[in-house]
């Protein structure tokens, strides 16, 4: 009997035990706490951009059918530009002919431009480049005006260039060349004829158009040389030129106020030095001689047999009678 009754108050005890079981608290586990690393995600996952001074990329875009009547930025007497970098800027400063979506993407690229208004011709604008030199971005402008006289033709147009999104400022570098004529050699004080003379040049004249006046002298022995002259406005000739066979010689009195003045080649020889000499005559207006009132530019060109020596001019004055 006594051996059920202990094995009866055993069981109470497992049952009560059990069920009246406490939790341990904090202050009987020694926690210890977990400290999670911040990590700087900006820098490990954004590389940030790097700027390397020099060229910057871009591209022209044509935006032909729309006129602009925006904001200007004033470059010079003859050119303006401007800076848009939103759509919004976009079409508040457009308007076009049609619905257009500008070839920019504004939330990556700048759209950037210049006007430019040329007095005559030849007189020439254009964007050489962009650079940067991390403080600023610069759009190159690249401005000739002509030598002496040019052609009475008002001419203007326009570039459109998208270029990078940036946070430096951007600004407009203007170069101005003056009276550049490739090939052009001043005349200064004529050569004493040379004393020793061992031999002569054939040369003829040619038909040359100079739409560009100048006060000097020209040497073309390529073709390279003869398209760079075209194309700067200079010169023209109708007659075709073997610049294998042939150099092309040219010499032009600037521009003068008057009638009266001519320029004429009367020989080419070969000095003991080997240089070729170029034996030319200009002629003033003698003193009571009548003259036509407008301005001229007196020159001559001709062809002669090709040389790579040096070339030098031996120049005098016709005498008034």
């Not at 020099?54 to 003859?78: A, H, Q, T």
């Not at 003259?291 to 040096?310: E, G, H, L, R, W």
Request: charge should be negative.
């Amino acid at each position: 009997m006594k051996g059920k009754i202990i094995i009866l108050l055993l069981l109470l005890f497992i049952f009560y035990g059990c069920n009246n079981h406490i939790s341990p608290t904090a202050d009987d586990i020694n926690i210890i706490p977990t400290v999670t690393p911040i990590s700087n995600t900006t820098n490990q996952n954004t590389p940030q951009a790097v700027c390397t001074p020099g060229d910057v990329s871009y591209r022209f875009v044509n935006l032909s059918n729309c006129s602009y009547n925006g904001s200007l930025i004033k470059i010079s007497n003859n050119i303006d530009g401007f800076i848009i970098s939103s759509l919004d800027e976009f079409n508040n400063s457009f308007a076009c002919t049609t619905t257009v979506l500008p070839p920019v993407d504004f939330s990556k690229e700048i759209l950037a431009g210049i006007f430019y208004r040329m007095p005559c011709q030849p007189w020439s604008v254009e964007i050489t480049g962009v650079t940067t030199d991390c403080k600023e971005v610069s759009v190159n402008i690249n401005e000739i005006q002509p030598c002496g006289m040019c052609l009475t033709v008002y001419t203007e147009g326009y570039y459109y260039i998208v270029i990078d999104k940036t946070t430096c400022p951007i600004n407009f570098n203007l170069e101005v060349n003056k009276c550049v004529t490739p090939g052009f050699t001043p005349i200064t004080t004529p050569t004493p004829e040379p004393t020793c003379i061992t031999g002569k040049l054939n040369f003829e004249p040619i038909s040359m158009n100079l739409l560009n006046c100048f006060s000097g002298c020209i040497v073309i022995r390529t073709q390279e040389e003869y398209e760079e002259l075209i194309f700067a406005g200079v010169l023209f000739s109708t007659d075709v030129i073997d610049f294998n066979q042939k150099m092309i010689i040219g010499i032009s009195m600037g521009m003068k106020l008057t009638g009266g003045y001519y320029v004429t080649i009367t020989d080419v020889e070969i000095d003991c030095d080997n240089n070729v000499v170029i034996k030319y005559s200009e002629k003033s207006p003698c003193p009571g001689e009548v003259v036509t009132q407008v301005v001229t530019c007196p020159y001559t060109f001709i062809t002669v047999d090709k040389s790579d020596a040096p070339v030098i001019f031996s120049g005098s004055e016709v005498p008034c009678n």
